[in-house]
């Protein structure tokens, strides 16, 4: 697939791999040069305030409890007395 670099070095992506890739206008696109290549790569801006979810730490903790959770490891409660009294917590 051939694209003609325009004025002000444009390009247009084929429509073809916009579809493929589910691409909208506004989409973030990393672009860089990698062994004499140029890649792009469609990318998601994280909010500073999210970023702690991303990680290592989080993401590691996050597949625990998943993991858990599928093992059925994991129990809820309706309310702070049904958890309390699960955990033997309760009032005396």
């Known amino acids: 697939m051939f694209v003609e670099l325009k004025r002000k ?12 890739l589910n691409l909208q206008p506004g989409d973030l696109l990393k ?4 062994d004499e290549k140029i890649v792009i790569t469609p990318v998601v801006a994280i909010p500073k305030e999210q970023l702690w ?8 903790e996050e597949a625990i409890l998943d993991k858990n959770i599928k093992e059925g490891k994991v129990k809820a409660t309706n309310s702070k007395e049904e958890l309390f009294k699960e955990l033997g917590l309760e009032d005396k």
């Open 9 to 20: 070095s444009q390009v247009t992506i084929p429509s073809k791999l916009v579809k493929k």
């Open 31 to 34: 672009i860089e040069e990698i």
């Open 53 to 60: 979810f991303y990680s290592p730490e989080w993401q590691r």
